[in-house]
């Protein structure tokens, strides 16, 4: 196939990538997968699929003004410990391949997807309880998840949202449009360093960035009319679906 065509395939993938993603559900499983396909290694393809998915900042912040307003104090509080973590998984990445911590990672999906899906029985019984359980277990859980985003990324976006879910916020599209800023402020730090390190596969990252930025304008709007029980089973589903990919093919 050639170039050409690949990279328009990558920007029709683009944009399905990022309806999903800013919706709720995984961008990684549709443009790992299609990186891979056009014949870029695995290294690369998790560079620059992280390098892409930066389109998904300015889009679903555009796409979610609605669910964004006054959540400015929540984000200022918590953009530093997503930088802290996304920090320690880029070095982790860059000087460290680790096999194991690849194998880990369709555990932590099967985990989050189990925690999404749980989220309702939670809620009704975190009552009073909230503020408490939430100030240890929101921090903790940010760091070790933009730890692994800076790592690899893939499926990070539902265990922000489940972690978002289970502690802060009920309301789903409200912590998605959380969830969607905090992962592009994260991917922005990853971004820059794999720019000046990491193996980035240019020709492929600009049309791929080019889909997820467009898709991911719309993505929001979908949360707003699909019913919530619905979007959390097929958030959940596509979790468990990638954790079982991902287990049978760890890179």
Known sequence: MPWAAKAALLGVVGVAAGMIGSAGGITSLVSYPALLAVGIRPLAANVTNTFA??????????????????????LRRWAPLVALGTAGGVALLLSTPNRLFARLIPYLLCAAALGLLAQPWVARRRGANAGASSRFALPLGLVAISLYSGYFGAGSGIMVLALLLLTVEDDLPRANALKNVLLGF??????????FFGPVHWAAAWPLLIGLTAGSVVGPSITRVVRATLLRLLVAGAGLGLAGWLWANPG
């Open 186 to 195: 994260a991917d922005l730090l990853a971004c820059i360093a794999f720019a």
């Open 53 to 74: 998915t930066l389109g998904i900042l300015p889009g679903a912040s555009i796409g979610s003004r609605p669910e964004l307003r006054g959540q400015l104090a929540r």
